[in-house]
Every structure is written in structure tokens, then in C-alpha cells.
């Protein structure tokens, strides 16, 4: 099992863009989903997470311009990113417990490049 993320891009100052994070192969289920972020020079830094029952956290940075939201039909994961600003910039990992078969697993994807511009 690998955990996937889509969706990063260059965008303008302003813009929007929508990350997507998926699991590959066969599981039995999604548990508890967070997306990460790590600037340049900066440390990682937790963006949003959502449990499989819907409850969210967000990062004071990001309230009121991103949204976390999943799909458990479908095992996946989707960061709403709006009104993007260049200190957004950074490559955004996805974090997530994933059960498969009857084991339990903390998995991080490879990140996407987020880059916005002025």
C-alpha cells in the first residue's frame, strides 16, 4: 500500500488549487487522514486533518482559506486551498492511518510542490 497525493501546481497569489490523497492498492479502510506542508526553510507543519467520522482541525494559518473534506466510498481525501498566498508555498505531504486486512499502519505519501506566486 502506498499513500498517494495529487494535485499540486503553480498558482497565482489569490488562486485556488485541490489537493487530492489516496491510498494504492487494496485496504480495508481509511482511519484518520492529515495533510502536512513544509516550506523552505521551514519545519513541518500540520495543515488540516479529518478523522473517518468527519471531525476536522485547521491550522490558524489556514482557517476561513482552506477545507479539509473525504469521501469513504471512493478512500479519499481532499484539501480545499482558496485564496492562496505566496507563504503557502510548500510541499504538501498527506498523513494517514490506514487499515488493511487486520493490520493498522501510519503511512505518509510522497508530497506535492505547491508553489504560488505574487
Known amino acids: 500500500v502506498q499513500l498517494q497525493a495529487f494535485g499540486g501546481g503553480l498558482v497565482q497569489s489569490g488562486g485556488s488549487l ?3 490523497c489516496a491510498p494504492s492498492g487494496s485496504i ?5 487522514v492529515a495533510w502536512y506542508r513544509q516550506g523552505p526553510g521551514k519545519q513541518r507543519e500540520l495543515v488540516a486533518g479529518i478523522t473517518r ?3 476536522i482541525d485547521l491550522a490558524d494559518s489556514v482557517k476561513g482559506r482552506f477545507s479539509i473534506s473525504r ?7 481532499y484539501l480545499q486551498m482558496n485564496s492562496l498566498k505566496v507563504e503557502d508555498t510548500a510541499v504538501y505531504y498527506c498523513n494517514a492511518d ?3 486486512q487486520n ?3 501510519n503511512y505518509w505519501g510522497k508530497g506535492t510542490q505547491v508553489t504560488v506566486s505574487s
Do not use: C, P, Q, Y
Open 53 to 55: 467520522g468527519g471531525s
Open 103 to 105: 493490520l493498522g499502519m
Open 71 to 77: 469521501d469513504n466510498a471512493k478512500n479519499t481525501v
Open 98 to 100: 490506514i487499515i488493511t
Open 18 to 20: 485541490t489537493l487530492s
Open 28 to 32: 480495508f479502510r481509511l482511519e484518520a
